[in-house]
């Protein structure tokens, strides 16, 4: 993604996406037949012509969060409202997706890990 597509501020709780033209993709129609190499019937070549995503209202916290063991570190934020806008073009409608989670945070991980 270009830089400036994202911004966050997790002292507010908030973060805010945006991209254009960001790629060709092939549309599945349900959630089983994107994960399962079984159900290769239905896709279709899209393009995603632009994403908006925003995030905010903090609903817990998961701070200190460490795992030595696969170097791992971060502060988690558990965000209460995304709203989520997507115009892509394809040869045929598309649907709608609810998900009942989103998080946001800062980690340090691999070489910016300290233990």
Known sequence: ???????????DGTAEFHAENIC????????ANSVSPNRPLGFVSGRIDSVDIKWSGVTKSFLGVHDSTNH???????????TIAVTATTAKSTGT???N???????????????
């Open 1 to 11: 993604m270009p830089e400036g597509s994202g911004e966050v501020d997790l002292d």
């Open 72 to 82: 791992f570190m971060g502060n988690f934020f558990q965000i209460g409202n995304v």
């Open 101 to 115: 989670y989103a998080q946001i945070g800062r980690e340090s991980n691999g070489s910016f890990f300290v233990p």
């Open 24 to 31: 060709a993709v092939f549309d599945a129609f349900t959630v």
């Open 97 to 99: 997706t609810t998900v």
